[in-house]
């Protein structure tokens, strides 16, 4: 792989006009991660948490918290 090979679909999308389908699409994908997303961060945000702990917030807005920034790390 040379260097500055990688180029992301994002930059790609911005760089072409993307058509009202290809709006959609996306939508749509990033819409079905969400909804995939979301219990699962509210799950793990419960499981994560020992029984009687002491935490400034509550388990499951911990999980979504950590998926949120996870989500813009990776």
Do not use: Q, W
């Amino acid at each position: 792989m040379k260097p500055h090979a990688y180029k992301p679909r994002f930059l790609e999308l911005l760089c072409n006009r993307p058509s009202g389908a290809d709006i959609g699409r996306e939508a749509a994908a990033g819409l079905t991660v969400g909804l995939i997303a979301l219990p699962l961060a509210l799950a793990l945000g419960i499981a994560s948490i020992p029984v009687g702990a002491d935490t400034p917030y509550s388990a499951p807005a911990l999980g979504i918290y950590t998926a949120i920034i996870a989500g813009f790390l990776i």
